[in-house]
């Protein structure tokens, strides 16, 4: 082979790397993400979630969780109020009239249930926080590896109780996580609501980026006058989670889906639907 036989032999092996590279980067990460209903309920005084404004006055809630298929495996995206909730037939009452009386229409397990998928298939799941509307089943996946930001874990809970279980597998983290390494589940660290509360950016193949927002926020109108609960732990840090999500929606073109948004998840297809 000639010198220019070489080079170009060079060339198109170079050209062929390259495209397997590209190959590699573009294999799906996220496939779809499931909305599974995980409680639905009336806040007795909304105000409590936006203080002076509101008073007095009676709203719906829902309870969101988010059920991922990821090439590596399933993925869970906060728990909800306990499957157990489902059967009082007056569902649960607040120890304050002011806060959420709750029920569960439907169970996660049925849910599940209903689209093939066994708890044990659940690999790995993470909780926005740990009030008790969010990581009501945490214990029906005991050996799913449970992604927690470290603050939030270590948070003592009521009567000094650990927030898990301690024989749970958890992988207590420090900030931002891309969970598979493939950039296309980000947990986003937004404290405020409570020490360690978090967010997930999710990137799927067509419906494209979402955050999925916890309780920064609680519901859309919140949101937009960036309003912060009395009952949450930090009010700056709360404004400052707000500001970095703002941020991340607007460089990641994303959608904002607000857990406990009634307006809004009535207007997205629940699971067995789902969004690629
Ligand atoms: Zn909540």
Not at 97 to 106: D, G, L, M, T, V
Not at 135 to 164: C, D, H, S, T
Not at 191 to 219: R, Y
Request: glycine share 8%; aromatic share 8%; hydrophobic share 40%.
């Amino acid at each position: 082979m000639n010198r220019a036989g070489v080079f170009a032999a060079a060339l198109l092996l170079a050209v062929v790397a390259v495209d397997a590279g590209h190959a590699q980067s573009s294999k799906p990460g996220v496939e779809k993400l499931y909305i599974l209903n995980c409680g639905e309920g009336v806040a007795g005084d909304i105000s409590r979630w936006s203080p002076g404004v509101n008073e007095g006055k009676s709203m719906d809630f829902v309870d969101t969780c988010y059920l991922i298929k990821h090439a590596q495996g399933w993925f869970l995206w906060d728990t909800g109020i306990p499957d157990a909730v489902a059967a009082m037939p007056n569902g649960q009452a607040p120890a304050d009239p002011k806060a959420i009386y709750w029920r569960r229409p439907k169970t996660l397990a049925a849910q599940l249930d209903q689209l093939g998928v066994k708890p044990s298939d659940i690999k790995a799941m993470a909780v926005s926080h740990t009030h008790p509307d969010h990581i009501g089943n945490v214990e029906m996946f005991p050996a799913a590896m449970l992604y927690v930001q470290k603050a939030e874990y270590e948070w003592p809970g009521p009567n000094n109780a650990p927030r898990f279980k301690p024989e749970h597998p958890v992988t207590k983290l420090e900030g931002d996580r891309d969970v598979f390494g493939d950039g296309s589940m980000t947990i986003l660290s937004t404290p405020g609501h409570t020490p360690g509360h978090q967010s997930l950016l999710v990137k799927l193949p067509k419906t494209g980026a979402v955050v999925l927002s916890g309780d920064a926020a609680h519901f859309k109108d919140n949101w937009d006058n960036r309003r912060v609960p009395s009952i949450n732990f930090n009010k700056e840090q709360t404004l400052a989670s707000m500001q970095k999500l703002s941020e991340i929606l607007s460089k990641e073109k994303a959608q904002l889906w607000i857990n406990h948004d009634k307006a809004q998840r009535d207007s997205l297809k629940m699971s067995p639907e789902f969004y690629d």
